[in-house]
C-alpha cells in the first residue's frame, strides 16, 4: 500500500493542488487537513465558520496554521457564484433558491472547485454518497462524450495492483455504459502506474453462453475496441479466463488478454461490489476508494465510517486526479 501513494505523492512533490473538504466541522478532516499540510503535497480548504474551526481545532490540539478556511456566509465572491450557479443551472435555480442552495457545504465547496478556486474535492465523511455526488454532477458535470460517472477501487495486496469498476454507482449499466467505464478504468489505472489489460467480465467466456446479459458485454468489447484501439481490451471472460494464464489458455487461447488481465469490468453493479468485498475479505487485499471518474474534474466520496487515513489517502488521490 505504501508505494501506491508513494507514486501519487512524488507526482504531487513541488506541486500541490488545492482540495476542499467541505465537512470542516468533522474532526477525522479537521485532523486529515492538518497533516496534509505539513506534508506540503495537497493545499486543504476547509468551509464553515473560521471560529468554530478554530475551536474545534484547539480542542483537538490540532495545527490550522497553514489551512484555508472559507466561511460561505462571509465570502467575498458570494455574489459571483450565485451568477455562476445560476448559470450553470440553466433555469433550474432562482438567484433566490442559489442563495439558499450554495450554503450547503457540499454545493459550496463543489463551485469552488467548478470556479477554479480549487482543483478538486472530498466529501461523504458526514454525508451520503448521494450529497456528494449530486452537486458534482449538476455542476462540474461529466467530460465531452461520457454520459455517466463510475465508482472504481483499486485493489491492492503487496506489490499486486488492480482495478475493479464499476463497484459503486451504476446499478445496471448497458453496453455503451460499460464501454466508458473500461475506457475511464484504464485511464485510473495508469494513474497508479498500472499497465492496464482490461477484461470485460461475465458468466461466459467468448460465446461459451448466449443470452442477452453475455451479448450486453460482448457488444461493450466492440464499442471499447473502435473508440481506443490502441488499448489491450477484450472479453466476455469469465473471471478465471481474464486472470489465469491456463485456463484462459484454454478457453480463449487467441483473445488479447491472455490470463494477465489487470484491470476487471464487472457487468453490473451486484457483481462489482460483491466481488471488490470478497477480494477484500477473503483475499486480505486493501481497498482504496471508490475513486470516481469521468467527471470534468475530481470529486471523490467518503465512507461516512472512515478514518482520517482515509481523508488523507482520498485527498492525495484526488490531487493526484487533478495534474
Not at 472547485?113 to 449530486?134: C, E, F, I, N, Q
Not at 472504481?152 to 475493479?164: A, C, L, P, S
Amino acid at each position: 500500500m505504501s508505494n501506491l501513494f508513494d507514486t501519487l505523492k512524488n507526482r504531487l512533490s513541488g506541486n500541490a493542488r488545492k482540495i476542499v473538504l467541505p465537512e470542516g466541522s468533522d474532526e477525522r478532516i479537521l485532523t486529515a487537513a492538518s497533516k496534509l499540510a505539513a506534508d506540503g503535497l495537497v493545499q486543504p480548504v476547509l468551509v464553515g465558520s473560521r471560529s468554530k474551526l478554530e475551536q474545534k481545532a484547539k480542542e483537538l490540539a490540532v495545527d490550522l496554521d497553514e489551512v484555508e478556511i472559507i466561511d460561505p456566509t462571509n465570502y467575498d465572491q458570494f455574489d459571483n457564484m450565485v451568477a455562476s450557479f445560476v448559470e450553470r443551472r440553466k433555469g433550474k435555480a432562482t438567484e433566490e433558491d442559489a442563495r439558499k442552495i450554495l450554503l450547503d457545504e457540499n454545493y459550496f465547496g463543489t463551485m469552488l472547485v467548478y470556479m477554479d478556486k480549487a482543483d478538486g474535492l472530498v466529501s461523504g465523511a458526514a454525508h451520503s454518497t448521494a450529497d456528494t455526488v449530486r452537486p458534482a454532477l449538476q455542476i462540474i458535470k461529466t467530460k465531452p462524450g461520457i454520459k455517466k460517472t463510475s465508482g472504481v477501487f483499486v485493489m491492492v495486496r503487496d506489490d499486486e495492483k488492480y482495478v475493479f469498476a464499476d463497484c459503486a454507482i451504476n446499478i445496471a449499466p448497458d453496453s455503451q455504459d460499460l464501454a466508458e467505464i473500461a475506457l475511464a478504468s484504464a485511464d485510473t489505472a495508469e494513474l497508479f502506474d498500472i499497465d492496464p489489460r482490461v477484461a470485460m467480465l461475465s458468466f461466459s467466456t467468448k460465446g461459451s453462453a448466449k443470452s442477452e446479459e453475455t451479448e450486453k458485454v460482448s457488444e461493450a468489447v466492440k464499442i471499447a475496441k473502435e473508440q481506443r484501439p490502441d488499448l489491450t481490451l477484450d472479453g466476455e471472460f469469465q473471471f478465471d479466463a481474464a486472470f489465469v494464464p491456463s485456463v484462459a489458455e484454454k478457453k480463449a487461447p487467441t483473445a488479447d488478454i491472455n490470463g494477465d488481465a489487470n484491470v476487471f469490468v464487472f457487468p453490473g453493479l451486484e457483481a462489482g461490489n460483491i466481488g471488490y468485498k470478497i477480494a477484500q475479505r477473503l483475499g486480505n487485499f486493501d481497498a482504496v476508494g471508490p475513486i470516481l471518474q469521468g467527471l470534468n474534474k475530481p470529486v471523490n466520496d467518503l465512507s461516512r465510517g472512515c478514518n482520517t487515513d482515509d481523508v488523507y489517502k482520498l485527498a492525495i488521490i484526488t490531487a493526484a486526479q487533478s495534474l
